[in-house]
């Protein structure tokens, strides 16, 4: 069947009444030979790639391996040098990738929405933005039976601990939007959590107010913070049995293959921003690929 006329200005606009085959062209940067189309009524030339997000790129062939080594520990300026590209192609193409990776997990979420999550564990992972005076949080909801990713959502937090009089002395007072962004997951993963499901975390003062808002009905468990296996990785703990040991893994799996969220490491966020988007792009690898 011939696609639907793209043209907002032709009266037969998403129809494909008038639309037939009109020749060939080759897509340089594939080397693919693609069908071309033309709608009779307003005259307009286009392709299946016209309106879509692929649409006018110029180096189609590396998507795929820049959607692995992104989710893969990669930084970008190395994943530049890997594909002998510039690394303004690849900032291109992981807000692309982000745009795409969303789409793949709003598709995933309506499937899982028929059948609910009984068992929902979350957490939050603390990362920085540019330095560690000015932290973000990390806030990820997993299905503890599948280990799903379902959601992630940055935001800003203060300074805390022995760094905190230091940040507001070199930046001012930071203002937290950590309970803003725990509302924006839990509106986002609502649809597809069963009311009654089991939801465990750790013992942060503000989840037990959020749980109640959207699931009151739920069966919820809060556990003490245990200390880590190894000094400098609290998401992997020293105890035989975890009971949030599907969160924290997922965590740990975070810090493992986004070379931004790395402990130590000479590349950070400097964009909250773009952290969203690196986070999509591994939400997507890790819930299609890794978990296929």
Request: charged share 30%.
């Amino acid at each position: 069947m011939n696609p639907d006329c793209p043209n907002s200005g032709c009266n037969y606009f998403q129809k494909n009444t008038f639309c037939k085959k009109d020749g060939y062209y080759l897509r340089k940067d594939d080397s693919r030979q693609i069908q071309r189309y033309k709608c009779s009524a307003c005259s307009k030339k286009f392709s299946r790639a016209t309106g879509t997000l692929e649409f006018g790129q110029k180096k189609r062939r590396i998507n795929k391996t820049i959607f692995k080594i992104l989710s893969s520990g990669v930084s970008m300026r190395r994943s530049a040098i890997i594909l002998g590209v510039h690394r303004t192609t690849i900032d291109r193409k992981l807000v692309y990738l982000a745009q795409k990776s969303r789409q793949m997990h709003a598709d995933l979420l309506l499937k899982i929405g028929t059948q609910k999550v009984e068992r929902l564990q979350f957490d939050d992972l603390i990362t920085t933005e540019h330095t560690k005076l000015k932290p973000l949080s990390i806030s990820v909801a997993v299905d503890a039976r599948s280990r799903v990713i379902l959601g992630a959502f940055v935001s800003q937090i203060p300074a805390f601990g022995h760094l905190a009089s230091l940040s507001r002395q070199k930046y001012g007072k930071r203002k937290s939007y950590h309970r803003e962004s725990m509302i924006k997951l839990f509106e986002k993963i609502a649809p597809v959590v069963s009311s009654h499901a089991e939801i465990k975390s750790d013992e942060h003062r503000i989840y037990k107010e959020v749980v109640r808002e959207f699931f009151p009905n739920a069966d919820y468990k809060q556990y003490k913070g245990e200390k880590a296996m190894i000094a400098g990785l609290g998401e992997l703990k020293k105890n035989g049995r975890d009971p949030l040991f599907a969160i924290n893994h997922t965590c740990a799996m975070l810090r493992a293959n986004i070379n931004r969220l790395f402990r130590r490491t000479w590349c950070t966020t400097k964009k909250p921003k773009r952290l969203e988007d690196h986070l999509a792009i591994y939400i997507a690898f890790h819930n299609s690929v890794l978990l296929s």
